[in-house]
């Protein structure tokens, strides 16, 4: 139940983006691939937020305001004036906030313990591998990298988002979702980046991607889902 006398004006951050809405969960954030992982799980599970748009081009994620609830200023972070004790909690890192979603809800984490474990093994397998990897073969394909005469420092990041693919798609071959056959957030962290990694970073043909047909197949069935397509968007870019 929300309590609806939250009180969040301790927190510097909403002096910069000022809730309207105290009593609901507070999310900072940007469309990108693991911003719209917030935005998507709270889609997926209905609980209700106030979204703020953290805008790259002027720098929010290095302001004051922004730095007082996530020092690592990046995007996404949440304030959840409903949390733990029925204290506000800040909190920053994509997969620590799904994972806290998960467990405040009782949805996409599965209960039983093994099954749970095995979920945030797969969640920090994106965290660590897919992400990063992925990131990197945007920034030498796409981006500034791309100018590079030497292709080595592409070529090893391509090849290592090729092994982790192969390893996605080996699961994913047995498997309706990366976990087994129930949709978690191991799903959520990992689809949006994949997305991306095809879409926006234009790198299919670069990755070969036409030979990860279980993973296409899965990540079809993501972005078709209700939820996926609504927190792709996200929140809204500024005109």
């Given at each position: ?172 071959a047995t498997h309706a979702w990366i976990v087994g056959d129930e949709y978690t ?55």
């Amino acid at each position: 139940m929300s309590d609806l006398s939250a009180d969040l004006s301790p927190f510097p951050i909403t002096r910069k983006w000022p809730a309207a809405h105290p009593e609901r969960l507070q999310l900072y954030s940007l469309p990108t691939p693991n911003g719209v992982k917030v935005s998507i799980m709270l889609e997926e599970i209905g609980l209700p937020y106030e979204v703020h748009l953290v805008s790259f081009q002027t720098d929010d994620q290095l302001s004051p305001a922004f730095v007082s609830l996530n020092p690592n200023n990046k995007i996404p972070a949440i304030l959840d004036p409903n949390g733990p004790n029925g204290k506000p909690m800040p909190l920053f890192e994509s997969g620590a906030i799904l994972w806290y979603l998960a467990e405040k809800t009782g949805k996409l984490l599965p209960a039983d313990p093994a099954a749970r474990y095995e979920t945030l093994q797969w969640v920090m397998f994106q965290m660590g591998g897919v992400g990063p990897m992925f990131g990197q073969v945007g920034f030498f394909h796409k981006f500034a990298g791309k100018d590079f005469e030497d292709k080595r420092p592409r070529d090893r990041y391509v090849n290592e988002a090729k092994r982790l693919l192969a390893v996605l798609d080996a699961r994913l071959a047995t498997h309706a979702w990366i976990v087994g056959d129930e949709y978690t957030i191991a799903d959520i962290a990992t689809f949006p980046w994949i997305r991306n990694l095809v879409g926006f970073y234009e790198a299919a043909d670069l990755v070969e991607f036409h030979q990860f047909k279980h993973v296409q197949r899965a990540l079809d069935a993501f972005v078709a889902r209700p939820a996926v397509i609504r927190g792709l968007d996200i929140p809204k870019r500024a005109a």
